[in-house]
């Protein structure tokens, strides 16, 4: 609780950086299938969403701990911008832990 108001703080949402990108609608338009009905599988993440994916890890975290990392909204737009340069420096709450690059405990 904060001492401001008796109101227990609210955790931020956390979901997959794909769940971000779509529910952000950082993604291509998805195109009509045979029977003519959109499918967003059919959709492609934005060149943003794949630089951060490669820079922070994303498909490492979910290949070696079988699920994706989770992240708030606000941690997934910092990595975006973390993967658009010019010092390609990961946002460190979006970097997988398995990440070659990660630092180490």
Do not use: I
């Amino acid at each position: 609780m904060s001492k401001d108001n008796d109101k227990p703080l609210v955790k931020p949402e956390v979901k997959s950086p794909e769940d971000w990108c779509f529910a952000l609608g950082l993604h291509s338009r998805p195109k009509l299938s045979k029977d003519k009905k959109l499918k967003l599988s059919n959709a492609v993440p934005c060149w943003q969403h794949g630089a951060a994916a490669g820079l922070h890890c994303w498909h490492l975290h979910e290949h070696h701990a079988g699920s994706p990392l989770l992240m708030s909204e606000s941690d997934y737009l910092a990595a975006l911008k973390a993967a658009e340069g010019p010092t390609y420096e990961p946002h460190k709450p979006a970097l997988s832990p398995y990440a070659p690059w990660a630092p180490k405990e």
